[in-house]
T-cell receptor
Framework: KQEVTQIPAALSVPEGENLVLNCSFT??????LQWFRQDPGKGLTSLLL?????REQTSGRLNASLDKSSGRSTLYIAASQPGDSATYLC??????????FGAGTTVTVRA | DVKVTQSSRYLVKRTGEKVFLECVQD?????MFWYRQDPGLGLRLIYF???????EKGDIPEGYSVSREKKERFSLILESASTNQTSMYLC????????????FGDGTRLSIL
C-alpha cells in the first residue's frame, strides 16, 4: 500500500524567506504527483501536477521537483508572503484513479 | 476554469436521519470522488465513480452509499447518520488522463447531533 509522508508537519518563516516542503512516498510506480493548497475550512486548490516522466513543474513563484526513483518530491515557494499561509498537501496517483494523500505541512508566514 | 460545486457549506443533522450530500461538476469529467477529512487522519476516500451508474468502494465505505445518475452529479448518502460521521466532506472530479489534476469543491462541514 502506498504511504505518503510530509515533513515537517508545520513550518513558520518570516516574510520573504523561501519555503521548502518535502513529500516522500513508498511505491515509485506512480502516474503523477500533485501538490495542493488548503485554506482553513476550505477545499483543496490544485497548485502543480508533475507527471511520472517529468522532473519538475513551475508556476510563478512555485516550483515542484520529482525524483521518482527515490520516492521524493519537493515544493519550493520563493519569496514567501503572508498570503502563502495555508496547509500544503501532496498526493500521488498510482495506476488506478485514486490518490494517496500526505497529512500536509501547515505553513505560517510571519509579516 | 473547472467548477466543482457542493450543495451545502455547513449542515447539521440528527442521528438516524438519512443525509444527502450533492456535488456537481461542469467539466464533463468521467471521474468523481467523495472524501472525508478528519484531524490527524487526513483525507480518506469513501467512494469514487468512473462513469455514470458506476461506482467503486474507497477505503472507508461503511455507512455510506453513492448515486451517479448523470455524469455531472455525484451524491453521497448517509443511510442512517451517526455522530462518528461528523466530518468535513470533500467532492472532487477529474478526467481519466494521467496529466490532469483532481479538482475539489469547497467542502461540506457536516455535524451529526
Amino acid at each position: 500500500k502506498q504511504e505518503v509522508t510530509q515533513i515537517p508537519a508545520a513550518l513558520s518563516v518570516p516574510e520573504g524567506e523561501n519555503l521548502v516542503l518535502n513529500c516522500s512516498f513508498t511505491d515509485s510506480a506512480i502516474y503523477n504527483l500533485q501538490w495542493f493548497r488548503q485554506d482553513p475550512g476550505k477545499g483543496l486548490t490544485s497548485l502543480l501536477l508533475i507527471q511520472s516522466s517529468q522532473r519538475e513543474q513551475t508556476s510563478g513563484r512555485l516550483n515542484a521537483s520529482l525524483d521518482k526513483s527515490s520516492g521524493r518530491s519537493t515544493l519550493y515557494i520563493a519569496a514567501s508572503q503572508p498570503g502563502d499561509s495555508a496547509t500544503y498537501l501532496c498526493a500521488v496517483r498510482p495506476s488506478d484513479y485514486k490518490l494517496s494523500f500526505g497529512a500536509g505541512t501547515t505553513v505560517t508566514v510571519r509579516a | 476554469d473547472v467548477k466543482v460545486t457542493q450543495s451545502s457549506r455547513y449542515l447539521v443533522k440528527r442521528t438516524g436521519e438519512k443525509v444527502f450530500l450533492e456535488c456537481v461538476q461542469d467539466m464533463d469529467h468521467e471521474n468523481m470522488f467523495w472524501y472525508r477529512q478528519d484531524p490527524g487522519l487526513g483525507l480518506r476516500l469513501i467512494y469514487f465513480s468512473y462513469d455514470v451508474k458506476m461506482k467503486e468502494k474507497g477505503d472507508i465505505p461503511e455507512g455510506y452509499s453513492v448515486s451517479r445518475e448523470k455524469k455531472e452529479r455525484f451524491s453521497l448518502i448517509l443511510e442512517s447518520a451517526s455522530t462518528n460521521q461528523t466530518s468535513m466532506y470533500l467532492c472532487a472530479s477529474s478526467s481519466p488522463w494521467a496529466n490532469q489534476p483532481q479538482h475539489f469543491g469547497d467542502g461540506t462541514r457536516l455535524s451529526i447531533l
